[in-house]
């Protein structure tokens, strides 16, 4: 579903956060990217989705590639695609229900009713059908997080992707979100997790890449990342975070 050829991103001219990352995604298969703060991951994320624009390579979903010079395009090529944030990102002045219906109005076209219906259908979901009501800023880190991914499910992605989705969380927290996501897992969702919490990454990926200076150092099945990499500092950093 998802094929990455030769990405390249530079910030500023002299930052290479990304340095021809290839890699591709089934269709049902989990992906989760790991490695050290500032090796590019996030990065790798948000130039699939077209949030950030590449400087060299292509990103192919289903086999068309996305056209980074047309805007429209690429916003309409992204539905397939549902983003969850670190930070959340939902709007502080709306309700959790405004929060969810908004984009599958104004983007999709759907109806007030048809897209409250989606709205609700995913709220109880993620275990928040009691907060739809209510707005942001009454809700835990964890709540609006499930908020948040309740939010991208409403576009009804092919593909979920997650920008470390438990990383603004408190420890207590954390959980409820992971559930959330194991869940689509269970379901067949096709997804890219960016993710430091190793043992979650290590249970629900069909394969993990670790990345460093941009580049992906090693990729394949998380027994073979955790337990037989002979890469050094693959198993230094597995040292050190487990």
Do not use: W
Not at 117 to 133: C, N, S
């Amino acid at each position: 579903m998802i094929d990455v050829k030769n990405l390249s991103k530079t910030f500023d001219k002299k930052v290479h956060a990304v340095k021809d990352v290839s890699f591709h995604v089934d269709k049902g298969e989990v992906i989760s990217l790991i490695g050290p703060s500032g090796s590019g991951k996030s990065t790798v994320l948000r130039c699939i989705n077209g949030l950030e624009t590449p400087d060299e390579g292509t990103v192919l979903i289903n086999g068309k590639a996305l056209d980074f010079s047309n805007p429209k395009q690429a916003q309409k090529d992204r539905t397939v695609m549902g983003f969850v944030f670190q930070h959340f990102n939902l709007f502080a002045n709306m309700t959790v229900l405004q929060n969810l219906t908004l984009a599958p109005i104004n983007v999709l076209g759907k109806s007030q009713q048809e897209a409250e219906a989606t709205a609700l259908k995913y709220l109880e979901r993620v275990g928040l059908l009691d907060k739809k009501d209510s707005y942001p800023s009454k809700l835990s880190g964890g709540q609006q997080q499930r908020v948040a991914i309740a939010r991208a499910l409403c576009m009804e992605p092919q593909i979920m992707l997650f920008d470390e989705p438990t990383s603004a969380l408190d420890p207590e927290m954390i959980k409820e979100v992971l559930n959330v996501i194991r869940d689509l897992v269970n379901d067949g969702m096709t997804m890219i997790i960016v993710t430091h919490e190793m043992n979650f990454a290590r249970e629900v990926s069909n394969r993990i890449a670790f990345l460093e200076d941009g580049t992906i150092v090693e990729m394949g099945t998380p027994e073979y990342i955790f337990t037989q990499s002979q890469n050094q500092r693959i198993q230094e950093f597995l040292e050190k975070v487990l």
